[in-house]
C-alpha cells in the first residue's frame, strides 16, 4: 500500500519526482501556485520537454494515482510525505536563495495535523534541512521525531534523461536520523529496492554536501577538459584522443570529458557558486571550485572571440546559431552558452538567425530578439541561409548528421565553428567550409 505524497514545485524535479513516485505505487499530489501550469499538467501536457515524461504523465493520471493542484494547505494535510522541490536560485552573492524553501516549511508547518516526514529533494546548502527541522518545531509546536521528521533526498537528475536516472538511479542518497522516517522511505522506493539501488543512508549534513560534491566534481571535470582542448590547440595536440587516453584510466573514467563551450543548465552554474558561497561562511578556502567557476566564465568568452576572430569581424554580418539549449534533449536555456555568445555577437554588431529543435521558446523568454538582432528559424538550414559564419553550440543529433554540401551551398560566407566536435572535419572541409572546432 502506497503512501500519501505531495510534492510542492512541478519543475523539473518536482515533475519528473511526482510522476516517478506516482508510477511506483503511491497516491501523489503535485503542487504549483500557478494555475495555468496545473491546469496543463491536470490534463496530460508536461510543460517541460523531456524524454519519456509525457506517457508516464499520461498513464499515472489515467490510473488515478496522480493529480495536480494549486491548493497546498488542503494537499499537505493529506499527505504522509512531503516532497519539497521548490526553486533554490543564486543570490547576488552566489549563496541559494532559500525563501522558496522557508516558505514552504511554514506551509506545512500550519497544516501539520498528523505525523508527516519532510523530505527535501531541492538542491539546499549544508544546514538547510537543520533549518527546515527549526522552523516546523517553533511554528508548529511539534517535536522533531515525532510530530514530524526531516530527510535529505537529493536528487541527481540529468537534463534530458531524467525519467531514465528516476527509474534506474546509480544510487539513492537519504538524510535521516530516525527509524520511522527511514521505514517511510523505504516503503515508498520500495520498487527501487528490487532492482538493488544501492542506497547510501546518512546524516541530513553528509547528504546535503554529496549533492553539491558531485556537482563540483563533474563541473571540475568539465572545465578541465576545456582549458586542455584550448592547450592541445595551441599546441597542435589532439583533444580528443587525449580525452580518450585519460577515459582509459580507471581512476579517471572518460564521463564529462567532452570539451565544448562551457557548462550551463541549472545546476552546476548554481551548485559551484553556492558550494564556493558555503565554504566562505564557513571559513573554509574552496580555491578549486572558484577556479572552476572563473574557467567555465572565460570559456564562453574565449568561444565567442574565437567566432569572431575566424569571421575576420562580425560587424553588418549574419552568423547562424546552431544550438540554443544548454545541453541536447532539453529546453532549458539556463546559464546556456549561447546566452552569453549571442549576445556577444550582438554587441560586435552582427545579425543572428539561431535555430534549436526545442528551445526556443524558452531562449526568446530569456533574451527576446535581443534589440532586433535575434532571429528564430524554424529549422537549421533556415538559420544557415545567407550567413557568412555559423557555430554548433548544442549537440543535437540532427546537428551530427547535418548535410554540409546543402549548408555550404546556403550559406554567402564559409566559416563554421563547430564548438561541440560533433561534425566530421574532413567532410566539412571537403564540403568547402573553413572548419574550426575545440582542442583539435
Known amino acids: 500500500m502506497g503512501k500519501n505524497i505531495a510534492v510542492i514545485g512541478t519543475g523539473y524535479v518536482g515533475l519528473v519526482s511526482s510522476v516517478g513516485l506516482a508510477d511506483f505505487g503511491n497516491d501523489v499530489v503535485g503542487v504549483d501556485l500557478r494555475k495555468e501550469i496545473v491546469d496543463e499538467l491536470n490534463a496530460g501536457r508536461p510543460t517541460i520537454y523531456e524524454i519519456g515524461l509525457e506517457g508516464y504523465l499520461q498513464r499515472n493520471l489515467e490510473a488515478g494515482r496522480l493529480s495536480f493542484t494549486t491548493d497546498s494547505d488542503a494537499s499537505i494535510r493529506d499527505a504522509d510525505i512531503v516532497f519539497l522541490a521548490v526553486g533554490t536560485p543564486p543570490a547576488e552573492d552566489g549563496s541559494a536563495d ?21 523530505v527535501t529533494k531541492s538542491t539546499v546548502p549544508v544546514g538547510t534541512n537543520r533549518s527546515i527541522q527549526q522552523i516546523i518545531a517553533a511554528e508548529s509546536g511539534q517535536t522533531p521525531g515525532t510530530g514530524f521528521s526531516c530527510v535529505s533526498n537529493p536528487e541527481f537528475l540529468r537534463e534530458g534523461k531524467a525519467v531514465q536516472d528516476f527509474f534506474h538511479p546509480d544510487r539513492i542518497v537519504v538524510g535521516c536520523e530516525d527509524d520511522r522516517a527511514r521505514s517511510y522511505i523505504e516503503e515508498i522506493y520500495r520498487a527501487l529496492y528490487l532492482i538493488q539501488t544501492p542506497f547510501v543512508w546518512c546524516n541530513l549534513e553528509t547528504a546535503e554536501l554529496i549533492k553539491y560534491a558531485s556537482n563540483a566534481f563533474l563541473a571540475t571535470k568539465i572545465s578541465f577538459i576545456n582549458e586542455m582542448a584550448n592547450l592541445a590547440e595551441a599546441a597542435g595536440a589532439d583533444i580528443h584522443v587525449i580525452a580518450k587516453s585519460m577515459g582509459m584510466d580507471g581512476r579517471i573514467s572518460p564521463k564529462f570529458l567532452h570539451p565544448g563551450p562551457g557548462y550551463g543548465g541549472s545546476c552546476f552554474p548554481k551548485d559551484t557558486k553556492a ?27 574565449i568561444t565567442a572571440a574565437k567566432l ?32 552569453e555568445i549571442v549576445e556577444h555577437l550582438r554587441v560586435e554588431g552582427a545579425t543572428v538567425r539561431a535555430y534549436d529543435p526545442q528551445a526556443r521558446d524558452t531562449f526568446a523568454a530569456e533574451l527576446g530578439d535581443a534589440g532586433g538582432a535575434l532571429h528564430y528559424c524554424t529549422t537549421a538550414f533556415d538559420a544557415l541561409t545567407g550567413a557568412d559564419a555559423a557555430i554548433v553550440l548544442t549537440e543535437w543529433n540532427e546537428f551530427r548528421n547535418l548535410d554540409l554540401e546543402r549548408a555550404r551551398s546556403l550559406m554567402a560566407g564559409n566559416v563554421l565553428f563547430d564548438a561541440r566536435n560533433v561534425l566530421d572535419p574532413m567532410r566539412a572541409r571537403e564540403a568547402g567550409f573553413s572548419y574550426l572546432s575545440v582542442g583539435r
Open 308 to 339: 569572431v576572430q575566424a569571421a575576420g569581424g562580425v560587424k553588418g554580418k549574419t552568423v547562424a546559431v546552431l544550438g540554443l539549449a544548454f545541453k541536447a534533449e532539453t529546453d532549458d536555456v539556463r546559464e546556456s552558452p549561447a546566452l
Open 98 to 118: 532559500l525563501s522558496y524553501v522557508e516558505t514552504a516549511a511554514r506551509t506545512i508547518a500550519g497544516n501539520l495535523n498528523h505525523y508527516k516526514v519532510i
Open 275 to 301: 558550494i564556493a558561497a558555503t565554504g566562505d561562511r564557513l571559513g573554509v578556502e574552496m580555491s578549486v571550485v572558484k577556479a572552476v567557476i572563473d574557467a567555465n566564465a572565460a570559456q564562453k568568452r
